[in-house]
């Protein structure tokens, strides 16, 4: 079946400094890629849709300048935490979707712990 | 509001039990899909019922949407310990144009002792 592989799983970082999550589709071309964050015990936020070749789209109270998503291929886009703060620990998704009607395909998450 | 909320926000049973949980939704809807998360984990991907559907099994789970009453459930039957997650019910919405962007729920944490 379809895999999305997101890296790291885990990271721990000094309040400045700037992260980047990968997000890749091993097996199938993502056309759109939706980046998600999600606090303890609580549903996923929709942070932004991304599209291969175009700007990211995003939702209503994300800094764009802040969070910065980059599709530039058919299997992969990265969200880069910019001067993380320790308000943006949290746990951020990714998910896939290729050309056709298939459900979204989840990566496994990676836990962002500022320090 | 939040688009698609779940109740119970959690559920606890035992093995050989049968699990409901339930969605509500505001708008309309193109779909409703079931995810279930394990603790940590990313998403995977139970169900998809869409909006002329009422109901729908695949193995030991049962999915029913009542679109009169912007409602659905989710039946797991014969429930396993492996079973215990998260589950959260998403609705894409029936406006055009979406790009998929589905809306996740809060949902309900299953525990299923054994």
């Known amino acids: 079946g379809a895999v999305v592989s997101q890296h790291p799983s885990r990271v721990i970082c000094k309040s400045g400094t700037s992260v980047k999550i990968e997000c890749r589709s091993l097996?199938?071309?993502?056309?759109?890629m939706f980046w998600y964050r999600q606090f303890p015990k609580q549903s996923l936020m929709l942070m932004a849709t991304s599209n291969e070749g175009s700007k990211a789209t995003y939702e209503q109270g994300v800094e764009k300048d802040k969070f910065l998503i980059n599709h530039a291929s058919l299997t992969l886009s990265t969200l880069t935490v910019t001067s993380a703060h320790p308000e943006d620990s949290s746990f951020y998704i990714c998910s896939a979707r290729g050309r056709d009607n298939s459900p979204l395909h989840f990566g496994n998450g990676t836990r962002l712990t500022v320090t | 509001s939040q688009q698609g909320e779940e109740d119970p926000q959690a559920l606890s049973i035992q093995e050989g039990e049968n699990a409901t949980m339930n969605c509500s939704y505001k708008t309309s809807i193109n779909n409703l899909q079931w995810y279930r998360q394990n603790s940590g984990r990313g998403l995977v991907h139970l169900i998809l019922i869409r909006s002329n559907e009422r109901e729908k099994h695949s193995g030991r789970l049962r999915v029913t949407l009542d679109t009169s009453k912007k409602s659905s459930s989710l039946l797991i039957t014969a429930s396993r310990a492996a079973d215990t997650a998260s589950y959260f019910c998403a609705t894409e919405p029936g406006s055009g144009g979406s790009n998929y962007k589905l809306t996740f729920g809060k949902g309900t944490l299953l525990t299923v002792n054994p």
């Open positions: 097996d199938f071309q993502a056309t759109t």
